[in-house]
């Protein structure tokens, strides 16, 4: 998996977000957690905080502080029956 390999502090999120697409799966869906891949996986943009910096003379810098939402979706194997 790809995200075992990441050096930055965005890996312990990124990776407990399998793990919880799994068990939410499994609770919410009744699905078999042995069959499961994720099908799909992509990040989309989310809110952004807007916060100001003083500057010199009375002025103010504007800071933009993105979010993103990720989405993972999984699917279960289906066994093929000779």
């Not at 930055?8 to 977000?17: E, F, H, L, R, S």
């Not at 952004?48 to 993972?72: C, D, E, H, Y």
Request: hydrophobic share 40%; proline share 4%.
């Amino acid at each position: 998996m790809i995200l075992f390999w990441l050096s930055c502090q965005t890996y312990d999120i990124n990776i407990d977000n399998p793990v919880d697409a799994i068990a939410n799966a499994e609770n919410n869906h009744s699905l078999d957690v042995d069959r499961l891949y994720i099908d799909e996986a992509y990040v989309g943009k989310n809110m952004v905080m807007k916060r100001w910096r003083p500057r010199a003379r009375g002025r103010a810098a504007k800071i933009l502080k993105p979010f993103s939402q990720i989405t993972i979706i999984l699917k279960e194997k289906i066994q093929k029956e000779d």
